[in-house]
């Protein structure tokens, strides 16, 4: 299992890296501290990757880069033949030291999609004969089989340069003061040597245009987008862990937190364009925008390299740029449940979420642009919301003024709009699960990509009668399917169920009664999580 990102969006790093890291965690060391040149130049990344078009795999991050790997007491071995080494293979795997080789991806037997313009990495992780060798290529194929004939055939066929094993001895492996002191200085150093224009962001908000055309050139461009969105994204995460873990203030790993998940929320809205063949041009350039302010933010405060003793300072330069929520609207769903929603503020990038009021009291937070509402009297109770951002600086908060009743919903009208919505998972919180009964066809509910089975339900708040049901799927639909229904959102019964879903708009009739009705997706049709735009439900 890869333990080091554990989401595969953040996962930059080329085969051989990936291993030796998720080997050092697996062994206890604590490679965060190893992380502390891992902020990887947007502009490095904009020349290689979507300059020169080369994959991440092929991109030399920062990482291992310096004299630290052989300060954790690392072996080469050179070989022309794996059989050369064979004697001192079965040694070190004996005595629990696994060992790291280079195989030629033509002879990759377990994964025939490699590369094959670069070698590639597996970790030898146990030998009980010639036939039984227990191989390790995280984080695809964690557990495999070989024999050792097998083996010879892809070592062997290696690049000459890359013909040696490579091992660690972590029994002797133990972070010193002496390093830590080292890599702090070097930490220092690396700062201070930081450079980065940012211009990558104005390249890539040029590839997108305001008559949302996805062209050729937009497509082919879109693996490589996707690769140098992971290095942005990947790096941040890293080094915000190093940071916290040299002791730098907290203020520090939380930019850089922050930003990794914009820019994966970016990610993964470019990624899914190839399938949609849509986009949405003023959302996507409004998030490039803001992740290029926050990139901008977090280095100037890096380099100055505040103390928290300066935390108030800080608070208040950016609490000056806080602004409260636009335009916020009360919809009256029933007597009982309300639905608040609001823009989010132009230029207050650090924006992390709201808190709304109640008669003056705090009463719910929200990470979205949305929020359901229970038990509100808008014509006695004043409803105020505020925006908060990353210094845990508050907006003044803004009255809602804008109250609208929605009419009781008739036979052609969505019962489900604006309802109490509930999901097995989320992806991002772009990709809410309140999305599908927003009534709009910009926004959707995405699962994460992990999860084979997923699920998402609406509840009435009472009892309703349903006789259509209408799925509006993006391009990530359930080729297996059901719709059930439950009384109390524990036990579910079966009223509809499909092994031939077709994606797009499905159209399925029924006649139940219940206060909670399900959509139980069994089987993806992409590697992707589910995601729906819309359920409409109909009387």
Not at 71 to 97: G, T
Not at 418 to 438: G, R
Request: hydrophobic share 40%.
């Amino acid at each position: 299992m890869e333990n080091v990102f554990k989401n595969p969006s953040f996962n930059y790093l080329d085969c051989r890296k990936i291993q030796i890291f998720n080997y050092l965690l697996q062994n206890g060391i604590p490679i965060n501290l190893l992380f502390y040149n891992a902020l990887e130049s947007t502009d490095k990344v904009l020349q290689i990757v979507l300059v020169e078009k080369r994959r991440k795999w092929a991109y030399f991050s920062n990482l291992l880069m310096d004299k630290s790997i052989e300060e954790l007491h690392a072996k080469l071995v050179p070989f022309q033949q794996l059989a050369d080494v064979k004697e001192l293979l079965v040694k070190l795997l004996s005595q629990n030291i696994a060992v790291f080789v280079w195989c030629d991806p033509k002879h990759l037997i377990h994964n025939p999609f490699t590369d094959l313009s670069y070698n590639h990495s597996v970790l030898i992780t146990e030998y009980i004969d010639d036939q039984d060798i227990k191989v390790s290529d995280i984080p695809q194929f964690p557990e495999l089989n070989y024999s050792f004939e097998e083996l010879e055939k892809m070592t062997d066929h290696a690049s000459p340069q890359n013909k040696y094993l490579f091992y660690l001895h972590t029994d002797n492996t133990n972070i010193s003061p002496e390093l830590i002191d080292s890599l702090h200085s070097n930490l220092h150093d690396f700062i201070d040597r930081l450079e980065d224009s940012f211009s990558y962001y104005e390249y890539i908000s040029q590839l997108f245009h305001e008559d949302k055309k996805v062209t050729d050139e937009l497509l082919e461009l879109i693996p490589y987008l996707d690769d140098s969105l992971s290095i942005i994204a990947g790096s941040r995460f890293l080094f915000a862990k190093s940071l916290l873990e040299f002791g730098f203030w907290e203020m520090y790993y939380n930019l850089y937190m922050e930003i990794a998940k914009k820019v994966e929320s970016l990610k993964l809205q470019i990624a899914k364009i190839p399938f949609s063949k849509r986009y949405d041009y003023i959302e996507l350039t409004r998030q490039i925008k803001r992740i290029s302010s926050m990139e901008h933010d977090a280095l100037k405060l890096l380099k100055e390299k505040r103390s928290v003793e300066s935390k108030q300072e800080v608070k208040h330069i950016f609490g000056e740029k806080l602004r409260e929520p636009n335009s916020p609207i009360l919809h009256v769903i029933s007597e009982n449940t309300s639905r608040l929603v609001w823009d989010e503020p132009e230029d207050s990038v650090w924006i992390v979420g709201y808190d709304i009021y109640k008669d003056g009291v705090l009463i719910d937070s929200s990470r979205t642009r949305q929020l359901n509402l229970q038990n509100i009297d808008p014509q006695q109770q004043q409803i105020m919301i505020a925006s908060k951002d990353i210094f845990n600086n508050s907006s003044k908060a803004v009255i809602v003024n804008d109250i609208k009743l929605m009419e009781r919903a008739s036979g052609s009208e969505n019962l489900a709009l604006h309802k109490s919505v509930f999901a097995s998972s989320v992806e991002h919180e772009d990709f809410n699960q309140n999305n599908v009964v927003d009534g709009t066809m910009e926004t959707r509910w995405s699962s994460v990509p992990e999860e084979k089975v997923s699920w998402i339900y609406v509840d009435f708040g009472k009892d309703v009668s349903v006789s259509k049901i209408v799925l509006v799927w993006e391009q990530a639909y359930a080729k297996s399917y059901r719709i059930q229904i439950s009384d109390n959102a524990e036990q579910w019964i079966d009223s509809y169920e499909t092994v031939a879903g077709k994606g797009g708009t499905e159209n399925i009739d029924l006649n139940v009664r219940a206060r909670f009705i399900k959509v139980l997706c069994e089987e993806k049709a992409t590697s992707f999580g589910y995601s729906i735009w819309n359920i409409f439900m109909y009387s």
